[in-house]
């Protein structure tokens, strides 16, 4: 097990025991978020969002929307463990398993839900200027992936609103690069404009995300 506290982020390596159990992740703080992945033969990258609950899923190589599963015992992570049903894509019996965990770190990390207003800009307050930031819809559509460092970054030092490219974490397709799918980077969030797609800003759609910044520990930079 490798644990950095002060980030709230630790990676675990377990074998499945095929029952109930608990795994520890060491953070002395709740996960906010959390990935499992069985090594040892085929199984879906399993996800938690706080935002869902012990009682539902994401699947990373998946556009699939929000799945239930008992996967997590329907038992929230607590301070020191996670815990885990027989479900082969999390615990069976003498498979090995690695566990990502994230809590969230204040003003460096944030893992949250927003609804999309479809035509009207739209406001995500992060308490920090991301750098990088990974958002899923309650549906049946991609996991988006954006960052400040392809979104027209100057060469100089520093980039441009708005973050125009990304990436689909549940694909092998190349960067996605269109002005319908592109949002803002500000100071203390993100900000979306009118008119976007679905994907990105679907009237009435829940997504979730994860955030990390740019300047850890610090609200604010003078550009």
């Not at 699939?64 to 929230?76: A, K, L, N, P, R």
């Not at 799918?181 to 994860?210: K, R």
Request: charged residues 15%; neutral net charge.
């Amino acid at each position: 097990q490798w644990v950095n506290a002060t980030a709230g982020f630790s990676i675990s390596k377990y074998t499945g025991t095929g029952g109930n159990a608990t795994i520890g992740h060491a953070l002395g703080a709740k996960p906010a978020f959390h990935i499992i992945k069985r090594l040892n033969t085929a199984a879906d990258w399993r996800v938690y969002h706080h935002e869902l609950g012990a009682e539902k899923i994401l699947i990373l190589q998946s556009t699939t929307g929000v799945g239930t599963s008992s996967m997590y015992q329907d038992t929230e992570p607590t301070n020191t463990v996670v815990s885990l049903s027989s479900d082969a894509n999390g615990n069976a019996s003498g498979d090995t398993y690695i566990m990502y965990c994230w809590t969230e770190i204040s003003q460096f990390s944030k893992f949250g839900h927003y609804v999309g207003t479809g035509s009207s800009t739209n406001f995500i307050h992060l308490g920090f200027k991301p750098k990088w930031f990974m958002l899923k819809p309650d549906g049946n559509d991609s996991w988006r992936i954006f960052d400040a460092k392809r979104s027209a970054y100057s060469s100089s030092g520093g980039y441009f609103n708005p973050m125009d490219k990304q990436l689909q974490a549940q694909g092998n397709n190349a960067e996605v690069s269109a002005s319908d799918y592109n949002m803002n980077f500000l100071s203390n969030g993100i900000q979306l404009q009118a008119n976007l797609n679905s994907g990105i800003n679907g009237s009435g759609t829940n997504f979730y995300y994860a955030a990390f910044a740019e300047n850890p520990f610090k609200t604010t930079r003078a550009e």
